[in-house]
């Protein structure tokens, strides 16, 4: 591993400086992600500023409803929070699907937004990656494409993203809350992750030196009728082929409200608001959970070994809003 200065910060304004001063800085939280990437060559910080003793770790609720979750909260205190646990369940379960029990009690909230991909080709430099090297190439195009992106990806990348948190996220309209050194903002989550278009390289639009320091779950109350739905290769230690967040407002046997998001087929958790669309003022039936899976994926492109993720993803969007939606009363 290339060498490194570290340092651990006591304030948010002190992580802030060190790291915007320094172009090749990066912030360490759990480390979960960020090591692994540093022992294979993938990520070459000159400095690591270890933000894990920030007070940033609290779960508070807000007063309009809503829930902040401090970026240093571990994905398994946060998973298992009362206020989580009654107002977003889709977000415990999301939190609970993700790794394993020890890695969950590593990593921070703010960590799992930031995670890299797992494209195979991303994670070994001997091949020609985009994400890596800007204007090397894309190996996942032409290669073992089988965990790639189905929706909205580019010739530049087709790396998908592997969060699980994220997409209950996605679903659930956090905003994001970070501190650089110009002040504080707020960024939407549909805007703080990216697609790859030409520039792959960019995961996110959070500038160098900038903190996350909460995600803010706004209130919703029928999110207590959620559910998400994982579909991988074996059940626990495995990133998502594809998963969904479903939320669904019921009454009456309609869909008052609907909220969907997907994992594993695209560069950023998906939102697919054409699958609300559908679903807002529908019966709450499984015809319309399949028409909306229809919409959700009408504007998918597989590569030649992930063409099933297609018709998987369909059938997981079924089944989530089946589950969501329980009976339909
Ligand atoms: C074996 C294994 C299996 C896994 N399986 C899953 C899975 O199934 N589902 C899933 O969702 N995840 C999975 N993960 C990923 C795991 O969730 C992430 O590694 C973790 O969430 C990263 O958090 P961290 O605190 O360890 O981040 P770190 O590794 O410390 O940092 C990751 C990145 O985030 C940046 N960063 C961290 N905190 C902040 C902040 N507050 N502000 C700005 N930048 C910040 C760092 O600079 C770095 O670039 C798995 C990981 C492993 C190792």
Same mark, same amino acid.
């Given at each position: 591993?290339?060498?490194?200065?570290?340092?651990?910060?006591?304030?948010?304004?002190?992580?802030?400086?060190?790291?915007?001063?320094?172009?090749?800085?990066?912030?360490?939280?759990?480390?979960?992600?960020?090591?692994?990437?540093?022992?294979?060559?993938?990520?070459?910080?000159?400095?690591?500023?270890?933000?894990?003793?920030?007070?940033?770790?609290?779960?508070?609720?807000?007063?309009?409803?809503?829930?902040?979750?401090?970026?240093?909260?571990?994905?398994?205190?946060?998973?298992?929070?009362?206020?989580?646990?009654?107002?977003?369940?889709?977000?415990?379960?999301?939190?609970?699907?993700?790794?394993?029990?020890?890695?969950?009690?590593?990593?921070?909230?703010?960590?799992?937004?930031?995670?890299?991909?797992?494209?195979?080709?991303?994670?070994?430099?001997?091949?020609?990656?985009?994400?890596?090297?800007?204007?090397?190439?894309?190996?996942?195009?032409?290669?073992?494409?089988?965990?790639?992106?189905?929706?909205?990806?580019?010739?530049?990348?087709?790396?998908?993203?592997?969060? /699980?948190?994220?997409?209950?996220?996605? %679903? #659930?309209?956090? @905003?994001?809350? &970070?501190?650089?050194?110009? =002040?504080? +903002?707020?960024?939407?989550?549909?805007?703080?992750?990216?697609?790859?278009?030409?520039?792959?390289?960019?995961?996110?639009?959070?500038?160098?030196?900038?903190?996350?320091?909460?995600?803010?779950?706004?209130?919703?109350?029928?999110?207590?009728?959620?559910?998400?739905?994982?579909?991988? /290769?074996?059940?626990?230690?495995?990133? %998502? #082929?594809?998963? @969904?967040?479903? &939320?669904?407002?019921?009454? =009456?046997? +309609?869909?008052?409200?609907?909220?969907?998001?997907?994992?594993?087929?695209?560069?950023?958790?998906?939102?697919?608001?054409?699958?609300?669309?559908?679903?807002?003022?529908?019966?709450?039936?499984?015809?319309?959970?399949?028409?909306?899976?229809?919409?959700?994926?009408?504007?998918?492109?597989?590569?030649?070994?992930?063409?099933?993720?297609?018709?998987?993803?369909?059938?997981?969007?079924?089944?989530?809003?089946?589950?969501?939606?329980?009976?339909?009363?």
């Amino acid at each position: 591993m290339k060498p490194f200065v570290y340092s651990r910060a006591t304030e948010a304004a002190a992580a802030v400086r060190q790291v915007s001063n320094e172009r090749s800085a990066k912030f360490i939280a759990g480390g979960t992600n960020l090591l692994d990437l540093m022992k294979s060559g993938v990520e070459l910080p000159d400095r690591l500023v270890d933000i894990a003793r920030l007070p940033l770790a609290e779960i508070t609720a807000l007063p309009q409803g809503g829930v902040r979750i401090g970026a240093m909260a571990r994905n398994s205190t946060a998973a298992n929070h009362p206020l989580v646990r009654e107002r977003y369940p889709v977000l415990t379960q999301a939190f609970l699907a993700g790794a394993t029990g020890q890695i969950r009690n590593m990593a921070s909230v703010g960590g799992n937004l930031m995670q890299r991909t797992r494209c195979p080709y991303f994670y070994d430099p001997a091949m020609r990656c985009n994400k890596r090297e800007p204007g090397s190439g894309c190996s996942a195009v032409e290669g073992f494409n089988r965990i790639h992106a189905v929706l909205g990806a580019s010739e530049q990348c087709i790396a998908v993203h592997p969060s /699980d948190m994220c997409v209950a996220l996605a %679903a #659930l309209d956090a @905003v994001v809350r &970070v501190q650089g050194p110009e =002040g504080e +903002r707020e960024i939407p989550f549909d805007d703080f992750h990216r697609l790859p278009g030409d520039t792959p390289q960019q995961d996110t639009n959070l500038r160098h030196g900038e903190l996350i320091t909460a995600v803010d779950l706004p209130a919703l109350p029928f999110a207590k009728r959620s559910h998400y739905l994982k579909v991988r /290769d074996r059940a626990s230690y495995e990133f %998502a #082929l594809v998963s @969904v967040a479903a &939320v669904l407002d019921v009454s =009456g046997g +309609r869909v008052r409200d609907a909220r969907v998001a997907l994992g594993g087929v695209a560069h950023k958790p998906w939102r697919a608001r054409e699958a609300e669309k559908i679903l807002t003022g529908a019966r709450a039936n499984e015809e319309t959970y399949r028409k909306a899976a229809e919409a959700a994926l009408s504007g998918a492109r597989a590569y030649k070994h992930n063409t099933f993720k297609i018709e998987l993803a369909k059938r997981a969007i079924v089944r989530a809003l089946s589950t969501a939606g329980g009976s339909g009363a």
